[in-house]
């Protein structure tokens, strides 16, 4: 990101002299705005803003929605999932994010997490280990570092201007191409690739770490993968954490508890 | 009898959360909420020595369990491990974080609605039922407001509430 600062600052001189690039010099160009609208692509090669944060996550949690056969509307299993979510979401590192929780309605088995706070089981995954407070504690848990860890900003923050210019383009113009190309890298990333296993390790050690504060027993992650293990083991054709790293190597990296 | 398997995972967690948690006498830790209290004693009822603003430095002078006897400058008291953190915050406490009077009413409203940009993408994908669903998901999540989860935390003994 540090090599992209040059490139923001050379942006901020072209339009403080006027020599703007196109999208500046339409009618009504304020140089003024443009000057402020060109911070932000320097901020956004700095790192997302929590306002763009949330509304590329907004994106990406209507993208899961839809993937995952839109939501399950059980209110009670919903507000299970937000109890015990907003509880380890108290003492995460990023207070200041509302964190929303919900469950999809989908018989496969798989978690998901979006910028901003969105978290999504699906009811399979629900049914399976929803019946523990600390398994289910574990898995939201791990969903939960992915956001305060920014894992998915980060994609977006690699693919270099993207962020800024989401900003300046979409939110202000309504041309959302580049608004789309953001939500488009992190939901391939959710769907299709999935996170690196480095990156997946990360919110396994993080959601332990987290759910131990909240006062659950940390074995609860480790307990709900062993759950999973057994449920493939019986249904072989069941999907289960297809874009996940394989579970015995999660399972092996978490302590005996 | 039947409180056993809870009282084991509790003592399981007591045991567990320091090897868990990095803080350590003599090291350091960081408010990350717009005002932590400190508290006389290390109990969530404690009645309060303190209060500090966003991302403070803190020494930490004992670790009981988790509860951390902390200090800077002129402040010292107790707060639970949970709501400090190991690193330095980087929000900006004048415009991310949400008023708390918010988080406490039992107003059926998401405090961070999607935004305008995201709902037009829904609309403009022909994503209007999964748009519609995240909303419901947002209206569901509002209703668990920040007294809820207290009471929760109090009724499983969780938190600054674990005995």
Request: hydrophobic share 40%; charged share 20%.
């Amino acid at each position: 990101m540090k090599g992209l600062r040059p490139i923001g600052f050379l942006i901020a001189l072209l339009a403080t002299a006027g020599v703007c690039p196109a999208q500046f010099s339409l009618n009504g160009f304020d140089p003024f705005k443009a000057a402020k609208d060109v911070g932000k692509v320097i901020k956004g090669t700095a790192g997302i803003g929590l306002k763009e944060e949330c509304s590329i996550g907004g994106a990406v949690a209507i993208e899961i929605v839809a993937r995952f056969g839109g939501v399950w509307k059980n209110v009670d299993a919903t507000r299970r999932v937000n109890l015990v979510g907003k509880s380890l979401a108290r003492y995460c590192d990023r207070p200041e994010l509302d964190f929303k929780f919900g469950i999809l309605n989908s018989e496969t088995i798989n978690a998901f997490s979006a910028p901003g706070g969105y978290v999504f089981i699906t009811k399979g995954l629900y049914e399976l280990v929803g019946g523990s407070d600390y398994e289910l504690a574990g898995v939201l848990g791990h969903e939960i570092t992915h956001v305060t860890q920014r894992h998915a900003l980060k994609i977006i923050e690699r693919g270099e201007l993207l962020s800024g210019v989401s900003d300046l383009a979409a939110m202000k113009s309504g041309d959302f191409a580049k608004y789309s190309a953001a939500v488009d890298s992190v939901t391939k990333t959710l769907f299709e690739k999935g996170f690196d296993p480095k990156t997946e390790y990360e919110a396994d050690k993080g959601g332990r770490a987290l759910a131990a504060l909240t006062g659950y027993a940390p074995g609860g992650l480790r307990a709900a993968l062993l759950a999973l293990q057994n449920e493939a083991a019986v249904n072989k054709n069941r999907a289960i954490f297809s874009t996940h790293p394989p579970l015995q190597k999660r399972i092996d990296r978490l302590p005996v508890e | 009898m039947k409180n056993l398997p809870r009282l084991c995972v509790g003592v399981l967690a007591f045991f567990c959360l320091p090897l868990l948690l990095a803080y350590e006498s003599g090291g350091k830790a960081y408010t990350k909420k717009l005002e932590t209290v400190l508290l006389d004693e290390p109990k969530p009822l404690a009645h309060p020595a303190a209060k500090i603003g966003y991302a403070i430095e803190l020494n930490v002078e004992q670790v009981n369990g988790s509860w951390l006897l902390v200090s800077s400058g002129a402040n010292r008291g107790w707060v639970f491990a949970g709501n400090v953190a190991e690193k330095k915050p980087m929000a900006n406490p004048k415009t991310d974080f949400l008023p708390s009077a918010a988080s406490e009413t039992t107003a059926s409203v998401a405090a961070r609605p999607l935004d305008e940009v995201a709902q037009n993408y829904g609309a403009q994908k022909g994503l209007g039922e999964a748009k519609a669903d995240v909303e419901w998901v947002e209206q569901q999540s509002a209703q668990v407001n920040s007294a809820a989860v207290t009471e929760f935390l109090q009724a499983k003994k969780l938190g600054e509430f674990q005995q």
